[in-house]
Nanobody
Framework: QVQLVESGGGWVQPGGSLRLSCAAS????????MGWYRQAAGKQRELVAA???????NYVGSVKGRFTISRDNAKNTVYLQMDSLKPEDTAVYYC?????????WGQGTQVTVSS
């Protein structure tokens, strides 16, 4: 089993930045896939950014060039640096990990972008 704990959400004005962190309870090197999803009110959950099993990264088109996913293997932590935030980025952001065929989720952290 894997526990994921997100942090770093909050309120920010348009154009601002936030960095989300996801701390895993075990080595992230064992994760098949690890990344970030988000769910805005009244919408389906969508993939934002992820490390794939091959070591590459995937981003949803709307965040390319603005968001960066990174990892610190020693700390078992994955980060999401979010720059040039827009009101449409407002959502609950969830950390996700897939390992041994199981998918695990964090509790989510709210990101609100408004003036």
């Amino acid at each position: 089993q894997v526990q994921l704990v997100e942090s770093g959400g909050g309120w920010v004005q348009p154009g601002g930045s936030l960095r989300l962190s996801c701390a895993a309870s075990r080595s992230i090197l064992s994760m098949y896939v690890m990344g970030w999803y988000r769910q805005a009110a009244g919408k389906q959950r969508e993939l934002v950014a992820a490390f794939t099993s091959g070591g590459s990264t995937n981003y949803v088109g709307s965040v390319k060039g603005r968001f960066t996913i990174s990892r610190d293997n020693a700390k078992n932590t994955v980060y999401l640096q979010m720059d040039s935030l827009k009101p449409e980025d407002t959502a609950v952001y969830y950390c996700n990990a897939v390992v041994n065929g199981w998918s695990y989720w964090g509790q989510g952290t709210q990101v609100t972008v408004s003036s």
